[in-house]
């Protein structure tokens, strides 16, 4: 490799912060008092470099949570999906029993009906959706097809 080719090792400047040392600022000064030597030194650059790490840190776990919530909702199982709207409906005091009795009913038939319920935002918009349910006013979700179901 030749200083002129283009393929030759980076430069340092080009190389990212990480595969660097971080540079300090420490310094160490002297003053003579009599008999006495004090030393003072600064390291207000380690303190900073420590500061940046934290946040770094802080940042990247934010997004290894996010990526592991995306793989754990593109790989539901079924059974998960269920057990998760089961709970909600259970845990809303404000269904009745007959409703739940029903939606426990299309839970296990179908599904998307359970996607659908546990992805509401609002508890009005989901009492809502039961009652238009119940009542047979809303058409139902239909069931999504696995690559087994799919006619080619």
């Known amino acids: 490799m030749s200083p002129d080719d283009d393929s030759s090792v980076a430069s340092a400047s080009l190389l990212p912060s990480s595969s660097r040392p971080p540079v300090s600022t420490a310094s160490t000064t002297s003053h003579q008092t009599g008999s006495k030597c004090s030393k003072v030194s600064a390291a207000s650059g380690v303190r900073e470099t420590k500061m940046l790490s934290a946040v770094a840190l802080v940042g990247v776990q934010g997004s290894i949570i996010h990526l ?49 319920y546990t992805s509401i935002p609002d508890t009005a918009s989901c009492h809502s959706y039961v009652r238009d349910l119940y009542d047979g006013t809303a058409a139902p979700a239909e069931p999504v097809a696995g690559p087994s179901s799919m006619n080619i």
């Open 68 to 116: 592991a919530e995306m793989v754990k909702t593109s790989f539901l199982d079924p059974n998960i999906i269920v057990w998760e709207a089961t709970a909600m409906l259970y845990a809303d005091k404000e269904v009745s029993p007959e409703h739940q009795q029903f939606l426990l009913g299309l839970f296990t038939k179908n599904t998307s009906i359970a996607v659908i």
